[in-house]
């Protein structure tokens, strides 16, 4: 059973910096996508950044270009993201998933495992 936990939510003041972790088990990720999503309620969960398994092929949304780095470490399992000059507007809970396509997606709906969630914090 594919499990994904992430870790290394916290507290930080703006212009501050946090790397969230995903670790993957249950089975190989040769083929997938790895993501990161963000919600903060009232809003719909959004696409931040993903990583693709075997190439490392990456794409962001455009609110985190230059900010923020997704990265995966095979032997280990895990996924990262190294989140720079953050903003409060980045506070939110943050989801790592996985879906087994290749293609450059935003769409939540290609991903079919997801983690509980990190909440990150912003402070202003």
């Known amino acids: 059973q594919v499990q994904l936990v992430e870790s290394g939510g916290g507290l930080v003041q703006a212009g501050g910096s946090l790397r969230l972790s995903c670790a993957a088990s249950g089975r190989t990720f040769t083929g997938y996508a790895m993501a990161w999503f963000r919600q903060a309620p009232p809003k719909e969960r959004d696409f931040v950044a993903a990583?693709?398994?075997?190439?490392?092929?990456?794409w962001y949304a455009d609110s985190v270009k230059g900010r923020f780095t997704v990265s995966r470490d095979n032997a280990k399992n895990t996924v990262y993201l190294q989140m720079n000059s953050l903003k409060p507007e980045d506070t939110a809970v943050y989801y790592c998933?996985?879906?087994?396509?290749?293609?450059?997606?935003?769409?939540?709906?290609?991903?079919?495992?997801w983690g509980q969630g990190t909440q990150v914090t912003v402070s202003s």
């Open positions: 990583i693709t398994w075997t190439s490392g092929r990456t």
């Open positions: 998933a996985a879906g087994r396509f290749l293609f450059e997606t935003t769409d939540r709906s290609f991903y079919n495992y």
